[in-house]
């Protein structure tokens, strides 16, 4: 079945990464959204998937490795390669996107900042908006609890996640550096191995955990001599992930060239609707 055939007049959408667990889960849930139409599922160049179905639950699309219809957005769940290689097709045609792939190095996002110039852009390393509520109050925690007390952070994720730690690992540390004023932090620790001596202060410990099919979850510790504290954000399903994009997808069309978080998202329809996000 086709999942186009009941969507009439909504936004053009492509996917990037099709063919990947995020790929897959996003083409399903705008599938059954009648804001979006699916002009394109697109995979790496040269990859076994180009040209062969795609399935996403009840609905299957025909895998490409270019840009060859015209759509109003690109939702991309690839990886840092493959982000490179649509940046530029969207900058050149001036298609609006939505990053959600991470782990990108300096080169690769210098490239995206410069594509931002020329067209809208949101990329956030969690569309979640719990984490996203997370990542709003994590700093100010950190602050208000001030330097009695360490920060470690744990993040576990499947076992075929490929980048550690997770980006949404390094938003919240972040987060929590530029929480503010009144402490400082030293550069995160990932991990520890060997003699590594008495823990220094300020320092922001980061673990990562791989194992199963563990789909996300992140825990920040605040600890003292004589207590704990710890904020935890697990996603149940990729769903949360999906629609977050999804949501930024239907934001971002006709915005003017820019960097977006998905904060400004949130906040923005905050402010459009007065309500909660």
């Known amino acids: 079945m086709d999942g186009n055939s009941r969507q009439v007049g909504a936004i053009r959408l492509a996917v990037a990464g099709a063919a990947g667990r995020m790929g897959r889960c996003t083409l399903e849930r705008a599938s059954c959204d009648p804001r979006f139409l699916i002009v394109a599922a697109l995979v790496a160049p040269d990859s076994s998937n180009s040209n062969r179905s795609i399935r996403a639950a009840e609905w299957e699309f025909e895998a490409s490795d270019r840009l060859q219809t015209d759509c109003d957005v690109l939702v991309d769940f690839s990886d840092p390669d493959g982000t490179a290689a649509w940046v530029e097709a969207c900058r050149s045609r ?39 509520t997370l990542l709003e109050i994590v700093g100010r925690v950190a602050t208000a609890l001030g330097d009695d007390f360490d920060v470690e952070i744990v ?11 997770s980006g949404t690992a390094t938003s919240l540390v972040e987060a929590i550096q530029m929480g503010g004023t009144s402490r400082e932090f030293r550069a995160p620790a990932f991990g520890r191995h060997g003699v590594t001596g008495e823990r220094p202060l300020g320092q922001i410990g980061v673990h990562s955990v791989r194992m199963g ?36 997808a239907a934001w971002i069309v006709d915005r003017p060239p820019g960097l977006y978080s998905m904060r400004d998202v949130l906040s923005s329809e905050l402010a459009t609707t007065g309500g909660s996000p």
């Open 155 to 165: 993040e576990m994720h499947h076992r075929k996640k490929v980048d550690a730690p």
């Open 94 to 132: 001036k298609i609006p996107m939505v990053i959600g792939s991470t782990g990108h190095i300096p080169v690769q996002q210098a490239k995206i900042n410069a594509a931002a110039e020329a067209l809208p852009i949101v990329q956030s390393s969690n569309f979640s908006v719990g984490m996203q």
């Open 213 to 248: 099919g563990v789909v996300g979850q992140h825990e920040i510790h605040f600890s003292s001599g004589g207590e704990t504290l710890t904020l935890r954000h697990a996603a149940h399903s990729r769903e949360a992930f999906a629609d977050g994009a999804l949501r930024a």
